[in-house]
Nanobody, 118 residues
Framework: QVQLVESGGGLVQAGDSLRLSCAAS????????MGWFRQAPGKERELVAQ????????YNVDSIKGRFTISRDNAKNMVYLQMNSLKPEDTAVYYC???????????WGQGTRVTVSS
């Protein structure tokens, strides 16, 4: 069982930056691929970025490429999402999730709300 706790959300203005953090409670954090998802009001949840257990990263939403950066610290069991040049369309609840190997995302945090005003 992996527990995930996100933090770092808030209300910001367009153009500002935020860094989301996710703390994972597992001794085998490096074995998990970590993802950041978001769900905007009235929309389906979407995968934003992944930090793969192999060390690579993926960015899965075209509009965030070049603005968001996912990173992880395996020694601290942490994954981060640095979000720069925020736009109102980035407003959403952001979720941290974990999956083992090639499986489905099984573990989810409670979410942290990001609101970007224009």
């Amino acid at each position: 069982q992996v527990q995930l706790v996100e933090s770092g959300g808030g209300l910001v203005q367009a153009g500002d930056s935020l860094r989301l953090s996710c703390a994972a409670s597992t001794r085998t954090f490096s074995w998990y691929t970590m993802g950041w998802f978001r769900q905007a009001p009235g929309k389906e949840r979407e995968l934003v970025a992944q930090s793969l257990m192999t060390g690579g990263t993926t960015y899965n939403v075209d509009s965030i490429k070049g603005r968001f950066t996912i990173s992880r610290d395996n020694a601290k069991n942490m994954v981060y999402l640095q979000m720069n040049s925020l736009k109102p369309e980035d407003t959403a609840v952001y979720y941290c999730a974990a999956r083992y190997g090639l499986g489905q995302y099984t573990y989810w945090g409670q979410g942290t709300r990001v609101t970007v005003s224009s």
